[in-house]
């Protein structure tokens, strides 16, 4: 009879333990850096327009200021410049000889376009200095004080990277565009004993088999089924805490995901910080940070060429100098330039169904 006791009351216990865990999903349904452009930021100005760079350039490359004058009266009446266009899509200099300016842009004289040079900006205190550190943001949503987010300073008086969480960057806008039909969507997986209640949850972020599904208008579709790509490069698992309907990362190691060459092959970032708002409607929005390499951000952005930087970026050249200058982290041994950036990225994200392709392997523990 004991025994029949006991194995009645261990079969009683079993679901109550099953149904203690729970699992939520979600695909990324926007991703870009965070922006928060006003009408304060820039004390030196948001930099000029594309043309007007070029003329800068043609001018420090020895034009006349006659010729330079000349070209400027026929951009404004729409004429073509051909001879100037040349000039610009070789303006780096190697031996005095011109070179493309996109693969060799350390030869490309830098116009020293100014930084963001504002006090608020999205992010986190990645390095733990606090509020007193020197040209460091204050988070307009949180108020926290100390927030390193380098990329913004470099960025963000560039015309097509200003924008705000509601009105996008033309950069971003058409990253996006391009990348979320021609990219394996990034999932984040959320578990933990109740995602009603406060307490530890596991933060998994990885990469699908299949690209984002929208509807018919573009906007991304709720409650589609999303397989987990189990390449190892993909495959990213963190500890975490929810609290008040915010998932924040509570042991900071290091993010890798696949990404696309029209941005940067690969998304890499380390000190991960994460605040991740789940929303009534079962979405969910946030940000994610750290430092990542700002070499491979250029290379997305220099892949544009000439027809981009004239359509969508701006002065290609000018970023490599931009970035450079502000990297605020992993400096190199023998030259001591910074290889690193404070980043960090805006994220909305749509309920999803997945299917686990199975624990995460070591790699992804990687600090």
């Known amino acids: 009879m004991k025994r029949i006791v006991l194995a009645s009351l261990t079969l009683a216990c079993l679901p109550l333990a099953n149904a203690a865990a729970e699992t939520r999903h979600f695909a990324i349904s926007w991703f870009s850096q965070a922006t928060y452009s006003n009408d304060h930021d820039c004390s030196q100005g948001v930099h000029p327009a594309v043309e007007e760079v070029y003329l800068r350039y043609a001018a420090k490359l020895g034009a006349t200021p006659q010729q330079v004058a000349e070209w400027r009266r026929k951009i404004m009446n729409g004429d073509e410049v051909r001879d100037l266009d040349q000039l610009i899509m070789n303006r780096g200099r190697i031996d005095g000889k011109p070179v493309n300016p996109y693969t060799h842009p350390a030869s490309v004289v830098d116009l020293s376009l100014p930084g963001l040079d504002g006090k608020e900006g999205f992010g986190f205190d990645l390095d733990g200095k606090g509020a ?45 565009g391009q990348l979320k039909d021609s990219q394996p969507a990034w999932l984040i997986t959320l578990e933990g004993a109740d995602l009603k209640k406060d307490g530890p949850v596991t933060v998994g972020i990885d990469r699908a088999y299949e690209y984002l599904r929208s509807n018919s208008d573009g906007s991304p579709r709720f409650d589609m089924a999303y397989r987990v790509d189990p390449d190892p490069r993909s495959r990213n698992q963190f500890k975490g805490e929810l609290r008040d309907g915010v998932v924040t990362i509570t042991e900071h190691g290091k993010l890798r995901l696949l990404q ?74 023998v030259t001591g330039q910074n290889e690193s950036i404070s980043a960090t990225y805006y994220i909305e994200a749509v309920p999803a169904f997945v299917k686990d392709a199975g624990a995460p392997t070591p790699q992804v523990t990687r600090r």
């Not at 940000?287 to 004239?310: L, S």
């Open 260 to 333: 696309n060459p029209l941005v940067s092959p690969e998304f890499n970032l380390k000190d991960v910080h994460l605040r991740l708002e789940l929303k009534a409607d079962r979405s969910a929005r946030g940000f994610m940070g750290g430092y990542t390499p700002w070499r491979p951000i250029y290379w997305g952005i220099a892949g544009v060429g000439f027809g981009g930087e004239q359509q969508v970026t701006g002065d290609v050249p000018g970023f490599y100098h931009l970035l450079k200058r502000y990297a605020d982290a992993d400096p190199d041994p």
């Open 132 to 176: 007193d550190q020197p040209g460091s943001f204050q988070d307009p949503e949180t108020k926290e004080r100390g927030v390193d987010h380098n990329l913004y300073r470099a960025l963000g008086c560039t015309r097509a990277f200003r924008g705000s969480l509601a009105s996008r960057p033309t950069y971003w806008a058409w990253a996006w």
